[in-house]
């Protein structure tokens, strides 16, 4: 179908998302972000906070997803990265974000809250706090059920890139509680593993919910690997490695490495990194 507005529908996509996941897992509460589509190696998406500013001084977080993965990945895996960002977003306004995008148990605990858990290896007995964190679907929590009545509303992304990143053909899986695994059929719906591989891999496996592209010939596939790719989730580090830091106090600013434990000698404040 041809769009006569590409930038538009594209973008109303993600708005439409967002609006969606704020109202069915976050009870309306999250500000407006701005949408941007990044290209970063490896990283699905990534929140930076305050990074935008109106005319009336106002500061408002951006949200990045990257494209590459629309085309190849499934819509639920797209959603994962979404939401998992939102959590962020979330923290930024009503909680106390980890230093150096590190993802705290407040963070995991709201990400618990809503259906999907923190996990450093994707699975159940990873790490559930860190810097690099992925994350599993619950099953029957928030997050899956929203996921189920978004398929069942037809949503699809409008447009693809034509040079996506592969993704192996291996089903969709979450779990529950106990950490028994789950396959997930075409509309989401969880079935235990161990007693419908077969019928899950034959006709309900992850492949049938990906939003297929076929170019023309077959130069037109990008030769990138097949992989499952660990998403990044943090604000872009600063290219010269240095950030600004402010008094508490005086508002007094200086330039350093991040990290550093800075006090003002002027009025006896912490420096804290300026985000």
């Known amino acids: 179908m041809t769009t006569l507005s590409p ?13 969606y996941f704020n109202k069915t897992l976050f009870d309306s509460e999250l500000p407006a972000v701005v949408f941007t589509y990044h290209r970063q190696n490896r990283v699905m998406g990534y929140a930076s906070f305050k990074r935008w ?11 990045a997803i990257n494209p590459e993965y629309f085309a190849k990945y499934p819509l639920i895996e797209i959603c994962q990265t979404l939401v998992h960002e939102m959590v962020h977003i979330w923290q930024s306004k009503f909680g106390t974000p980890g230093r150096r995008g590190y993802h705290n148990k407040e963070w995991g605990n709201k990400m ?5 858990i923190p996990s450093s290896t994707g699975k159940p007995g990873g790490d559930e706090t860190g810097e690099q964190m992925m994350d599993y679907v619950l099953v029957n929590g928030p997050f899956i059920s929203a996921c189920q009545s978004l398929i069942k509303l037809g949503f ?12 192996e053909e291996t089903p969709i899986l979450a779990y529950n509680e106990d950490g028994e695994k789950f396959t997930l059929r075409k509309d989401f719906v969880p079935m235990l593993a161990k007693q419908e591989k077969m019928e899950a891999m034959r006709s309900d496996s992850s492949e049938v919910q990906v939003q297929n592209i076929e170019p023309k010939n077959d130069s037109d596939y990008s030769q990138f690997q097949s992989f499952q790719p660990s998403p990044q989730t943090t604000k872009p580090r600063p290219k010269s490695g240095r950030v600004r830091y402010i008094c508490s106090g005086c508002q007094s600013l200086l330039w350093a490495k991040s990290g550093l434990n800075i006090g003002c000698l002027d009025c006896n404040k912490k420096f804290r990194e300026d985000e």
């Open 112 to 116: 618990k809250s809503i259906g999907l």
């Open 53 to 63: 500013v109106s005319d009336k001084e106002e500061l408002i977080d951006e949200l």
């Open 7 to 19: 930038t538009s529908d594209t973008y109303s996509a993600l708005l439409y998302t967002y609006d």
């Open 156 to 167: 699809k992304f409008p447009l693809l890139d034509r040079y996506p990143i592969f993704r």
